[in-house]
T-cell receptor, first 111, second 115 residues
Framework: DAKTTQPTSMDCAEGRAANLPCNHS???????VYWYRQIHSQGPQYIIH???NNETNEMASLIITEDRKSSTLILPHATLRDTAVYYC????????????FGKGMKLTVNP | ETGVTQSPTHLIKTRGQQVTLRCSSQ?????VSWYQQALGQGPQFIFQ???????GRGNFPPRFSGLQFPNYSSELNVNALELDDSALYLC??????????????FGPGTRLTVL
């Protein structure tokens, strides 16, 4: 079973920041938080990951709470192309560990 | 750098038949994982191959089997197809030698319909 819980869906206006929450209250000390997204009819795409520090890359920012029991993925300026199902996944850093997907959260970016 | 490719794109089979799906991993990647995604659900891990050997398996029956070839490409075989096998089958490649992070690169998937 997935170790994370996410809202089922969320809407966001184009150009605004999208803040996607994820709860992972049972996360272990050696487990990382990974985010993937799946645009309709495509395979999942890696976005970002982190352990305990906040992370930023060209796609998004990841904010992890100090107790590591929850995190937020931030898309700073959402576009229509960011409409997708977003998956928050908790895994140990193992090179090629299997990904356990939940149902994810559908983000719809509206014009 | 070539991405992950899968073939065929779509496939229609009838119950009881057998099917083979193919995946070419990204250049330089030595690990291939297969996932099944039913409609409206997240992908479910089937199994993983590393250096031509099975390296972990999810909760799928033995009629789901696979192969990995020396060039790291892979096949997923499903025997005795059932209606519930209708799904999107995703292949993901990664480099097990890189233990610093766990990015898996997914192909576009094969849509299998069992009638």
């Amino acid at each position: 079973d997935a170790k994370t819980t996410q809202p089922t869906s969320m809407d966001c206006a184009e150009g605004r920041a999208a803040n996607l929450p994820c709860n992972h209250s049972t996360i272990s000390g050696n487990e990382y938080v990974y985010w993937y997204r799946q645009i309709h009819s495509q395979g999942p795409q890696y976005i970002i990951h982190g352990l305990k520090n906040n992370e930023t890359n060209e796609m998004a920012s990841l904010i992890i709470t100090e107790d590591r029991k929850s995190s937020t993925l931030i898309l700073p300026h959402a576009t229509l192309r960011d409409t997708a199902v977003y998956y928050c996944i908790v895994i140990t850093q193992g090179g090629s560990e299997k990904l356990v997907f939940g149902k994810g959260m559908k983000l719809t970016v509206n014009p | 750098e070539t991405g992950v490719t899968q073939s065929p794109t779509h496939l229609i089979k009838t119950r009881g038949q057998q099917v083979t799906l193919r995946c070419s991993s990204q250049s330089g990647h030595n690990t291939v994982s297969w996932y099944q995604q039913a409609l409206g659900q997240g992908p479910q891990f089937i199994f993983q191959y590393y250096r031509e050997e099975e390296n972990g398996r999810g909760n799928f029956p033995p009629r789901f089997s696979g192969l990995q070839f020396p060039n790291y490409s892979s096949e997923l075989n499903v025997n005795a197809l059932e209606l519930d096998d209708s799904a999107l089958y995703l292949c993901a490649s990664s480099d097990a030698r890189d233990r610093t992070y766990n990015e898996q690169f997914f192909g576009p998937g094969t849509r299998l319909t069992v009638l």
